[in-house]
């Protein structure tokens, strides 16, 4: 499965913006697919996952803040992200993995990256 992450941008804090993750060559059905965050200078760091079987998780500073979902039918995970602060600026990557639910937030257990793309929030 191959994975590609699109929907980044320049945008203003407070604003909106949709992240799309598309698998070709497999489905999402059997993996938990996860996003993380990458700001200059600092590691990757989870942000939202949509498991297998319908259950999502979110690191604690964007709950309330971003949802993510799954459409299926296009092969797609999406991240809804709504009033946008500059620390929420990185790049962002999807994933996946089939490890435990205990062990989802962990980059360690996450293959087939996409290419990221790049969120910036000005202030």
């Known amino acids: 499965v191959q994975l590609q992450a699109f929907g980044g941008g320049l945008v203003q804090a407070g604003d909106s913006l949709t992240l799309s993750c598309k698998a070709s060559?497999?489905?999402?059905?059997?993996?938990?697919v996860g996003w993380f965050r990458q700001a200059p200078g600092n590691e990757r760091q989870f942000v939202a996952c949509?498991?297998?079987?319908?259950?999502?998780k979110y690191t604690d500073p964007v709950k309330g803040r971003f949802t993510i979902s799954r459409d299926s039918a296009r092969n797609t995970v999406y991240l809804q992200m709504n009033s946008l602060k500059p620390e929420d600026s990185g790049v962002y990557y999807c994933?996946?993995?089939?490890?435990?639910?205990?062990?989802?937030?962990?980059?360690?257990?996450?293959?087939?990256w996409g290419q990221g793309t790049l969120v910036t929030v000005s202030s």
């Open positions: 994933a996946l993995t089939t490890v435990v639910w205990s062990g989802v937030t962990e980059e360690k257990h996450y293959r087939s």
């Open positions: 060559g497999g489905l999402f059905r059997s993996y938990t």
């Open positions: 949509f498991g297998w079987s319908g259950n999502t």
